[in-house]
């Protein structure tokens, strides 16, 4: 199982940018998907997730500025970023808690991260 994450970039305060994930490979079942990101000098944090149900949660950081989504026809989620802030830029990083064929294991797997950075 691979995930493949693009979508980063460099942009001003306030635009936006549109994050995506895909996940590839032998793939019997996907539950939830999430985007991370690290600062750099700081952990890894949350930032957005959305279960197989469609249910999300967001950092409060995040909230009303942030849309996650994910289309599980084609194996993917993505970030949608609007009003980005400097504090915003870090490293993106999706994951995706997966059922791999012929393992009867969850796991979580995760994408190689996407930089953001926002100037101002």
């Known amino acids: 199982v691979q995930l493949q994450a693009s979508g980063g970039g460099l942009v001003q305060v306030g635009g936006s940018l549109r994050l995506s994930c895909a996940v590839s490979?032998?793939?019997?079942?996907?539950?939830?998907m999430g985007w991370y990101r690290q600062a750099p000098g700081k952990q890894r944090e949350l930032v957005a997730v959305?279960?197989?149900?469609?249910?999300?949660y967001y950092v409060d950081s995040v909230k009303g500025r942030f849309t996650i989504s994910r289309d599980n026809t084609k194996n993917s989620v993505y970030l949608q970023m609007n009003t980005l802030k400097p504090e915003d830029t870090a490293v993106y990083y999706c994951n995706a808690d997966s059922l791999q064929l012929g393992s009867a294991s969850w796991r979580v797997y995760w994408g190689q991260g996407t930089q953001v950075t926002v100037s101002s």
């Open positions: 490979g032998s793939v019997f079942s996907i539950n939830s």
């Open positions: 959305v279960n197989s149900g469609g249910d999300t």
